[in-house]
């Protein structure tokens, strides 16, 4: 995909075509995902290094990743029964309510014990609303000529708060001197404003009417298993640049303000690019996947031979405009497929499919003890995988006669 001039100079045109297209309901849902994503990034990137200065060692705070992320898979089946049976929005009512408690034994944990149950009720609150939430999103795309624009939009809301987010959340941090009780106090505040404007949406399907596929229904078509394959590799990289590359950071630097100006630069560039990105063609997804995952790859790479903190933050730009290329496409092949299988199927098995492969990584740090370096490794493994997989997947649909694109029947674009 080429960004000319012309073309980035056109973003705010189009973006504000796309605006009239969308329904007051539409927006009020996106405000909803802004406030939220706003109060998680305010101290998501710094719940791994707070743990480590409460006095936990890294393999504790691994075993927590573990323990998170094995609770997370099942929990997503329950997110998938609370928002068939009662609807998407008492699933994130009640997700929220799940964070808001986890972020409360956050604030005052001081010993080991505490971290199951911490543990327990983060999962909750990822399974319960990232499923609804991302129901609602796959649901409102009734147009698939609009896929990739709708999962540019969400991106852009994403990187927007992802940006503000992290910046009072690191003034925060080092203003209190990492006093976690001041932080989450404004986290939950953040967290309940961002339930407000559910209250009035009204005419976007929050409730499903078909019943939500099984497994091995849902996985009999080549385009899920390439998807969700991709998916759950890219997470591999996503967990380390997010979780471990930021631990990696702060005892390289022994400061907490190295770990708060990298929470501030990840979403500078993939904020300028994310709706551009949601205009990639569909007969190209694939193909920008692999140009996306090589270039992470890359970045890895040179990392084992960094140790410049001006030269590892420039890393983390990279990253944040690379890992558009993967994910958006990625997205929107997946929420265009689920579109039409189910929503409440695809948002479920999304999740699923990224907890588990990041369970596995975990397992592997875990029993690791050069804790960086391997997962570094990894995530160029991951990125490696996640280059073949779309390879060999074009080679399967060109040989598909009237399938040139993620969905049948679309014409080629």
Not at 14 to 40: C, G, P, Q, V
Not at 130 to 138: E, K, N, P, V, W
């Amino acid at each position: 995909m080429k960004l000319s001039p012309i073309a980035i100079t056109e973003v705010p045109t189009r973006f504000r075509a796309f605006t009239h297209k969308r329904s007051a309901d539409f927006w009020l849902f996106e405000s909803s995902i802004w406030l939220h994503m706003f109060a998680s990034s305010l101290i998501s990137i710094f719940i791994p290094i707070l743990m480590l200065t409460a006095g936990f060692s890294l393999h504790e705070v691994i075993l927590f990743y573990i323990l998170y992320h094995a609770l997370d898979i099942p929990a997503n089946y329950l997110g998938r029964y609370v928002t068939h049976k009662y609807g998407a929005k008492l699933a994130i009512v009640l997700g929220t309510i799940f964070s808001i408690i986890f972020f409360v034994l956050y604030s005052q944990i001081s010993d080991w014990s505490q971290l199951i149950w911490m543990a327990l009720f983060y999962a909750l609150y990822d399974g319960l609303y990232y499923t609804a939430s991302l129901y609602i999103f796959i649901g409102s795309t009734k147009d698939p000529e609009n896929t990739g624009e709708n999962t540019g939009i969400l991106h852009l809301v994403v990187r927007s708060a992802s940006l503000l987010g992290p910046i009072l959340g690191s003034a925060l941090v080092i203003a209190s001197e990492g006093n976690r009780l001041v932080v989450v106090a404004v986290v939950i505040t953040m967290f309940i404003l961002s339930l407000l404007p559910l209250l009035f949406i009204k005419e976007i399907e929050t409730k499903p009417e078909k019943k939500p596929l099984n497994a091995r229904t849902f996985f009999n078509n080549p385009r899920e298993i390439k998807n969700h394959l991709s998916f759950g590799l890219y997470k591999i990289h996503e967990a380390v640049e997010g979780v471990i590359f930021p631990v990696f950071i702060f005892l390289t630097f022994e400061n907490l303000s190295s770990v708060a100006v990298l929470a501030i630069l990840i979403p500078v560039v993939s904020l300028l690019f994310s709706y551009a990105a949601g205009h990639i063609k569909r007969s190209q997804r694939e193909k920008i996947i692999m140009i996306g995952a090589g270039l992470l790859a890359l970045v890895w790479l040179l990392r084992f031979f960094i140790d410049s903190q001006l030269l590892l933050y420039a890393s983390s730009i990279a990253t944040g405009l690379f890992t558009l290329f993967v994910l958006v496409p990625l997205d929107a092949n997946m929420f265009l497929r689920g579109a039409e299988r189910g929503a409440l199927s695809a948002s479920m098995y999304r999740n699923v499919s990224s907890m588990t492969a990041k369970l596995i990584l975990y397992i592997v740090l875990y029993f690791t003890v050069a804790v960086f370096e391997i997962p570094f490794g990894l995530a160029i493994i991951a990125l490696l995988g996640l280059i073949y997989v779309n390879y060999r997947y074009l080679h399967w649909r060109d040989a598909q006669p009237g399938e040139p694109t993620s969905v049948p029947g679309l014409p080629k674009n």
